[in-house]
């Protein structure tokens, strides 16, 4: 009996000691579960959480987004602008006129020859080319001349000396017909220009020549100015002819004289 009771003894302590242990266990491991860090939340898209990296990648799609729609408004703006200059813009062309044409002599008489015009580089262009100032010039790319400026100058020169000179033996000088001319005429172009609803200005060196036009006979240097009366270009090649004739009603009045 008393070993049963001291086997009873026994277990009970072993019991109470096992009991104590575990609950000790428990408390330790539930201190540890309340003293853990809690889970970081998942960060939510476009949210306060955000990473850095996210929202910089956000930011910069949008940022290039709006570039992309602004260059194509851009582009539609310019594809427009040029659409409607191409419209509205077209290029105009003039020639100098000569005199009035009336029925001309064909009788035998003198052959004038008249070698070509020359023109300094700066006329030398199908631009019109206006006066800015002393100094400076303007070239107009919608208002042009037909044909070269020296061709049209020498033809309206022909052609007003034959009208002044009631003949029709006024010709542009070229190789194949020196020995049928018995007078030249050559004219130089220093200056010809003017300002829109300004003055047209002409200053030439002209000279008669023999046949061979190796000998001068008459040098001059002359001036004319002409009023454009209106701000336009066709006013301007208008008063620009007005100064080809004064020129050539100058050149007939010599020519009449060496007759």
Not at 176 to 186: A, N
Request: proline letters at 4%.
């Amino acid at each position: 009996m008393v070993e049963e009771s001291d086997m009873r003894t026994q277990n009970g302590v072993a019991e109470s000691k096992f009991e104590a242990r575990s609950s000790k266990l428990m408390q330790t491991h539930l201190i540890r579960c309340h003293s853990a860090p809690s889970p970081r939340p998942l960060p939510q898209v476009g949210g306060e959480g955000e990473p850095p990296n996210v929202k910089r990648i956000d930011a910069f799609v949008s940022v290039q987004r709006s570039l992309i729609h602004v260059v194509v408004v851009l582009v539609a703006l310019a594809v427009c602008f040029s659409a409607c200059a191409g419209k509205s813009a077209s290029s105009k062309f003039y020639v100098l006129s000569s005199l009035p044409q009336s029925a001309l002599s064909a009788a035998e008489g003198t052959v004038i020859g008249v070698f070509p015009v020359s023109m300094p580089d700066y006329l030398d262009r199908p631009q019109i080319v206006t006066r800015v100032s002393e100094n400076e010039i303007r070239l107009d790319e919608f208002s042009r001349w037909a044909e070269p400026l020296k061709d049209s100058f020498t033809r309206t020169l022909v052609q007003n000396l034959s009208t002044l000179l009631n003949t029709a033996k006024v010709v542009t000088t070229t190789e194949s017909i020196y020995s049928l001319i018995s007078l030249q005429v050559g004219v130089e172009v220093v200056q010809f220009d003017g300002t829109l609803g300004g003055d047209v200005v002409l200053i030439v060196k002209w000279g008669l020549f023999e046949a061979d036009g190796k000998k001068l006979l008459l040098g001059k240097r002359s001036a004319f100015k002409e009023l454009t009366g209106a701000a336009t270009y066709e006013a301007l090649v208008a008063a620009q002819s007005r100064a080809v004739a004064a020129l050539s009603r100058e050149i007939a009045e010599a020519i009449k004289t060496k007759k």
